[in-house]
Structure formats: structure tokens, C-alpha cells
């Protein structure tokens, strides 16, 4: 792909960021989990990393339409890393309690707030329109990579340097996106100008870009398909370890769970080296359906070779339906109104991501007190492990079903899949034409 060194600059710093901190969230996951052995610690933990995400979103979206976005994702990895230095300092004093933690956290996901939809709503800038698939199939790629290294690595060095030590390569991958974006040009939009000259006009900003998406019918159903469908990975997600540690030691969670990132890395690489089918929706789709396979497989019967089936299922069909999904996305929508769009797309996202992990624990308590009581009536309970009740498989296999249902039931729908019809690229009007500035 010529004429993307800026794009490459961009996507390399923020590649090395997303592993130091992937690196620090697997850590303080495990951490967290052998401290309490609580699947609820665990999923509180991960809310408190994805909450503010859903909250800051929408305020984040319109003042990343409005400013400069370099500038914003300057800032925003400087605030990461001062989150991630405070907590270095707190471990190393021997003070580290998990209250810091979470607030830690909470700042870090705050900061990705605005990050998320200046990083995406910059690639259109800086990218032709023909590679936006497979931008979306790198910027996959790089989450693919930490989802591989992060639980290979992130145990490694849990075990040899600490948690202090997670905390320092996080603090220095922030440090190195820094330099990348120094020598990143990222050209702006126009702002609108009621939206720029008059600050009572951030509400009509942000009801701006929900106006675009309820007059697109077909790109809003493929929002509240996806949030749907995100429901059940964050549901899975909060279930990760628990469910490898019912049938392996702890040492061996971190190769099983990187199944997933192998998946992912294929699943994106197939998307940036073809750049994806012409039928994106469709594609889609089906990618869902694969997903929901996947966390089925994972749970029917937990062991070494039917999870990690499942979860490399899982890890390609996800990065490639995610990676068409962004590339709509960007096709479709106007840049002035990207970061907005954008913004509603991850606070739903994370919203629900968010719901699932808090839910899954009393779910789980509900399969095993269902299976407990098939156990009562003989071998009809013990399907899925042995002679003990494993309510997270069971929850496993019932997620998967429920999303395969979901996706070939959305083939029925003709205003989603016109969607495919009509992705041609998106004229700049005057108002919305760049501006011409350079950061």
C-alpha cells in the first residue's frame, strides 16, 4: 500500500501501546483473580477498565471533531501514562491495594475514551478509501498480537519482575506511540462553524451525529446487531480464566487463552491481504455465526483441545467481522462527523461488553444451581464435566447457540443487508472538506 507512512507511523506506535498495556491488563487479571478466586473481583475489575470508556465516549466524540487529533491522542497517551507511572509508584512504595487498581484503571480507560475515536476517525485522513478493509485488517492485526503476546508474555513477566515491572514496559510503550505521533501528519476537517464558534452548540454536536445514524436505518441496525453480539463477548471474555483454570493449572491459562489472538491474527491477516469480500454485511454475518460456534465449542467440554478449538474460532471470526464492521463505518460516514459516529459505536460497544462481564458470574451460579439439582436425579447433569456441575460451560454452549440464532435470523432483515448495496464513498461536501492544517 503506497502512500501510507503516516498511516504506518500511526498504526505502529499504537500497535506497541496496546501490547505494553494489554500486557498490564492480562497481569493485573491474573493478579487480581489468585488474590480473591473470585470470578465477580474479576469482572469488577474489568468494568472499572471499560465503564468510563462508555461514558467518555459520547463527550469524547464531538471535541474530537472539533480539535486537532493528533493533539488529542497526544494527550490522551500522556494521561495513560501518568495512570499507569501513579500506580508504579503506589506498588513500589508497598502500598498497592486493589481499590488503586481500579481507579487506576478508570483514568487509563478514560483517557482510551477519546483515543479510540481520534485514532479511528484519523485513518480515513490518512488512508485512500480503497484500503480502509485492510487498514481495519491491521488495526485487527495489532489487537491480535496482544491478545497472542499479552497472556504469553504478561504471565512471563508477572512471574519474573512483578506487577512494578508490567507497569514499566507499559509506561515506555505509551512513551515510544508518543515519538511515533510527533512524526505522524493527520490532516483536519473543517469543523462545522455553529459547532466551533459557539460552545452552547456541544449538545446540537453530539445530537448531530445521533441524527446521522437514525436517517441511516440500514448502518444504525448494524450497530445494534453488533452491540448485541458484543454483549455476549463480554460475557465470554469475563470467563476466559475461570473457565481454562476448571480443568488446567494456573501456568497453562495464559498459552490457552492465547488461542484467541492465534485466531485473531489469522483472521485479520486474511483481511489484509485480500481486503475483504465485496458483501460486507454478509460477511459479517457470517463471521458472527463462526463466533458464536466458537464459544460453543470452547464450553461443550472444557479440555485442552475442545477450548482452544473454540477459542482460536473465535478470535479469527470476531477480528474479521470487526475489521468489515470498522471499514463501513468508515466509508460511509462524513470525516466532520466520524469521531462522533465513532463515539456512539464504542460506548454502545463497551456498554455492553461491560453488561456481559457483570452478568456472567450470577449466571453462572444459575446453570450450577441447575445442574446441581439434574445431578440429584442422576449422570443427566454431569454432561459436561465428569461428576461435578460446570455451569460455565453450560453458559459457554448456551451464549454460542443464541448468537448463531441471531445472525442467520438477521439474513431476514433486507434494510440491514441493503447495507451492501449501497457503500459507495461518501462525497465531502464544502462544509466538511479538509481544512488544509497539518499536526
Known amino acids: 500500500m503506497r502512500g501510507m507512512q503516516n498511516f504506518r507511523r500511526l498504526w505502529i506506535g499504537q500497535t506497541v501501546s496496546q501490547l505494553g498495556s494489554g500486557l498490564t491488563r492480562f497481569g493485573l487479571g491474573v493478579w487480581v483473580y489468585l488474590e480473591t478466586g473470585s470470578v465477580l473481583a474479576l469482572g469488577t475489575m474489568l468494568v472499572f477498565g471499560m465503564l468510563p470508556v462508555a461514558i467518555g465516549s459520547i463527550i469524547a466524540g464531538p471535541i474530537v471533531d472539533r480539535l486537532n487529533r493528533k493533539r488529542v491522542l497526544i494527550v490522551s497517551d500522556i494521561v495513560a501514562g501518568a495512570s499507569s507511572a501513579g500506580l508504579a509508584s503506589i506498588y513500589f512504595l508497598g502500598q498497592l491495594e486493589f481499590w488503586h487498581v481500579y481507579i487506576a484503571l478508570a483514568i487509563n480507560a478514560t483517557a482510551s475514551a477519546f483515543q479510540l475515536p481520534a485514532y479511528h476517525s484519523s485513518i480515513p485522513l490518512i488512508a485512500p ?88 436505518k440500514s448502518l444504525a441496525q448494524l450497530m445494534l446487531f453488533l452491540t448485541t453480539v458484543t454483549f455476549f463477548l463480554g460475557f465470554s471474555q469475563a470467563l476466559y480464566v475461570p473457565l481454562v483454570e476448571s480443568f488446567t493449572a494456573p501456568v497453562y491459562v495464559g498459552a490457552i487463552v492465547a488461542a484467541i489472538g492465534m485466531g485473531t491474527i489469522a483472521g485479520s491477516s486474511l483481511l489484509t491481504v485480500w481486503g475483504g469480500p465485496r458483501r460486507k454485511v454478509a460477511s459479517i454475518l457470517v463471521g458472527t455465526a463462526g463466533f458464536g460456534v466458537g464459544v460453543a465449542t470452547a464450553g461443550i467440554y472444557p479440555s485442552l483441545v475442545f477450548t482452544s478449538l473454540g477459542f482460536f474460532i473465535m478470535g479469527a471470526a470476531s477480528a474479521f467481522s470487526v475489521g468489515l464492521n470498522r471499514a463501513i463505518y468508515q466509508e460511509r460516514t462524513p470525516n466532520k462527523l466520524l469521531g462522533r459516529v465513532f463515539s456512539v459505536r464504542v460506548t454502545l460497544s463497551v456498554s455492553a461488553q461491560a453488561l456481559g462481564m457483570l452478568l456472567a458470574s450470577p449466571i453462572v451460579n444459575l446453570f450450577n444451581e441447575v445442574l446441581e439439582g439434574l445431578l440429584s436425579w442422576g449422570k443427566m447433569g454431569a454432561i459436561w464435566v465428569g461428576q461435578e456441575p460446570m455451569g460455565i460451560g453450560v453458559a ?44
Not at 512524526?183 to 448531530?208: H, L
Open 396 to 439: 459457554f454452549v448456551a451464549a454460542g447457540i443464541t448468537i448463531v440464532g441471531l445472525s442467520v435470523a438477521s439474513f431476514g432483515n433486507s434494510t440491514l443487508l441493503n447495507l451492501d448495496n449501497d457503500l459507495d464513498p461518501i462525497p465531502l461536501s464544502k462544509s466538511e472538506e479538509l481544512d488544509g492544517s497539518t499536526a
Open 129 to 216: 478509501r480503497e484500503h480502509l478493509s485492510k487498514t481495519s485488517g491491521l488495526i485487527e492485526l495489532s489487537r491480535s498480537l496482544e491478545s497472542v503476546l499479552s497472556p504469553l508474555l504478561g504471565g512471563v513477566v508477572l512471574g519474573v519482575v512483578g506487577i512494578g515491572g508490567l507497569f514499566a514496559i507499559d509506561l515506555l510503550s505509551l512513551i515510544f506511540a508518543i515519538a511515533c505521533l510527533a512524526f505522524t501528519t493527520i490532516p483536519q476537517t473543517r469543523p462545522d462553524s455553529q459547532v466551533a464558534s459557539q460552545p452552547s452548540s456541544f449538545i446540537g454536536s453530539i445530537a448531530e451525529g445521533l441524527r446521522f445514524l437514525r436517517q441511516d
